[in-house]
């Protein structure tokens, strides 16, 4: 089983930046898509951004132009890189595998300990 390490997380200010790291023990591509989710208290985790081996992102609409998904596939590692940070954007963030099926995207790995980001002034 693949182990994913996420960092990068911390307190930031409204309108400020973050740039969060997965590590993969193994091939974090295994099916070929990546993505991060995060998961706000009370709140189901949900899927922000994903990646493509090939290089195609996807965004939900709510972080759409001010977060950026990219990966090093030699590296095993993906990035996020968020901007214009609001509080809303307050979550732990996790990265995983993921896959689709009839219901949509899910994620296919198992899930690493997070990294808390926490927007707040």
């Known amino acids: 089983q693949v182990q994913l390490v996420e960092s990068g997380g911390g307190l930031v200010q409204p309108g400020g930046s973050l740039r969060l790291s997965c590590v993969a023990s193994?091939?974090?591509?295994?099916?070929?898509?990546v993505g991060w989710y995060r998961q706000a208290p009370e709140k189901q985790r949900e899927l922000v951004a994903r990646?493509?081996?090939?290089?195609?992102?996807h965004y939900a609409d709510s972080v759409k132009g001010r977060f950026d998904i990219s990966g090093d596939n030699a590296k095993n590692t993906v990035y996020l890189q968020m901007t214009s940070l609001k509080s809303e954007d307050t979550a732990v963030y996790y990265c995983n595998s993921v896959a689709v099926g009839l219901r949509g995207w899910y994620p296919s790995g198992s899930w690493g300990q997070g990294t808390q980001v926490t927007v707040s002034s």
């Open positions: 193994g091939n974090i591509f295994s099916t070929g898509v």
């Open positions: 990646l493509t081996k090939s290089g195609e992102t």
